[in-house]
């Protein structure tokens, strides 16, 4: 059965940071595969947050998070990850890990984990 599955989410201050995780089982990261981030805010679209292809050579960032988030992967481990700093009110949502190979007609969702920013 394949799985994504998120974590790391929680509460944090203004300025603090998160690490997420994304950890796949049931298929393997392939360099096949583009991993990606997205959240979504209450009475928002989902919107997408980064990006990183295959063998991690590209990475791609939303504007309003360039130079505060990161993007990392590790295939033997299965795992993306996503590095927050400074992290503001407004990055507030849940934040959904996605793997997506189109050869393979794949695309898969992790349910999400929630990040809360707030005093």
């Known amino acids: 059965q394949v799985q994504l599955v998120e974590s790391g989410g929680g509460l944090v201050q203004p300025g603090g940071s998160l690490r997420l995780s994304c950890a796949a089982s049931?298929?393997?990261?392939?360099?096949?595969?583009?991993l990606r981030w997205y959240r979504q805010a209450p009475g928002k679209e989902r919107e997408l947050v980064a990006l990183?292809?295959?063998?991690?050579?590209?990475?791609n960032y939303a504007d309003s998070v360039k130079g505060r988030f990161t993007i990392s992967r590790d295939n033997a481990k299965n795992t993306v990850y996503l590095q927050m700093n400074s992290l503001k009110p407004e990055d507030t949502a849940v934040y959904f890990c996605?793997?997506?190979?189109?050869?393979?007609?794949?695309?898969?969702w992790g349910q999400g984990t929630q990040v809360t920013v707030s005093l």
């Open positions: 996605n793997a997506n190979a189109y050869t393979l007609r794949a695309d898969y």
């Open positions: 049931g298929f393997t990261f392939s360099s096949i595969y583009t």
């Open positions: 990183i292809t295959g063998a991690g050579g590209f990475k």
